[in-house]
């Protein structure tokens, strides 16, 4: 496994800003789903990572389109059933950040 080096918290409260996020150019999304999990094989680092529902859904949303944290937590809130839009919110800004600490997805600039 290769180690991604972490990035600031700053770059999410950037996002906070409206800075939107795509998947990594380059990066093909090849996933596999076990049950209530999802393997998603990154074909530029060789790495594989697993992933739950809600984390697959906000993958192929930025894999479709850039996105701000709003924007996804926007479309995923109808999926919880408990839960204030800012807890969905916070869930979507540190899957952002995880996301881009794995070398997913990154900023559009």
Excluded: C
Excluded at 54 to 73: F, K, Y
Excluded at 94 to 103: P, S
């Amino acid at each position: 496994m290769i180690d991604v080096p972490s990035r600031s918290d700053e770059r999410v409260a950037d996002a906070a800003a409206g800075e939107r996020w795509m998947l990594v150019g380059g990066f093909e999304l090849h996933e596999r789903r076990w049950d209530d999990q999802y393997a998603v094989f990154h074909a530029g680092s060789g790495d594989t990572h697993l992933l739950n529902h809600t984390g697959i859904e906000a993958l192929r949303m930025l894999q479709r389109q850039p996105m701000t944290i709003d924007e996804v937590a926007e479309k995923l809130s109808p999926q919880w059933v408990h839960g204030s839009a800012q807890e969905v919110r916070q869930f979507v800004a540190e899957l952002i950040q995880a996301f881009d600490r794995l070398g997913l997805i990154e900023p559009v600039t």
